[in-house]
């Protein structure tokens, strides 16, 4: 069974940063992608940042581009997302979500599994 687990989240001041970590077990695929994902109360899930596991080509939101990073582990098995520059506006529920095979790494019909989300507060 294949579970993603996400971790990192918290409340920081406009300007801080956080690292979202994104947990894989019983995943088996070697390649396809794996995305990080927002969404606050009422407005659609949108896609934040993505990176193919072969090859690590990186995916960005106009909005995260230059503040965001998408990284894999070593392992593979954990993808990261470091947070700079955070702003009031990039509050929301963050989801990691993983695709055996992808085209489009910030689509959400790509992604087949989904963690349960962690929650990141940015204040002004």
């Known amino acids: 069974q294949v579970r993603l687990a996400e971790s990192g989240g918290g409340s920081v001041q406009a300007g801080g940063s956080l690292r979202l970590s994104c947990s894989a077990s019983?995943?088996?695929?070697?390649?396809?992608?794996v995305g990080w994902f927002r969404q606050t109360q009422g407005t659609e899930r949108e896609g934040v940042a993505g990176?193919?596991?072969?090859?690590?080509?990186?995916f960005y939101r106009d909005s995260a581009k230059d503040r965001f990073t998408i990284s894999q582990g070593n392992a593979k098995n954990t993808v990261y997302l470091q947070m700079n520059s955070l702003k009031p506006e990039d509050t929301a529920m963050y989801y990691c979500?993983?695709?055996?095979?992808?085209?489009?790494?910030?689509?959400?019909?790509?992604?087949?599994?989904w963690g349960q989300g962690t929650q990141v507060t940015v204040s002004s």
């Open positions: 979500a993983a695709a055996p095979y992808c085209v489009s790494p910030l689509s959400q019909s790509e992604y087949s599994y």
């Open positions: 019983g995943y088996t695929y070697s390649g396809g992608c």
């Open positions: 990176i193919y596991r072969r090859g690590g080509n990186t």
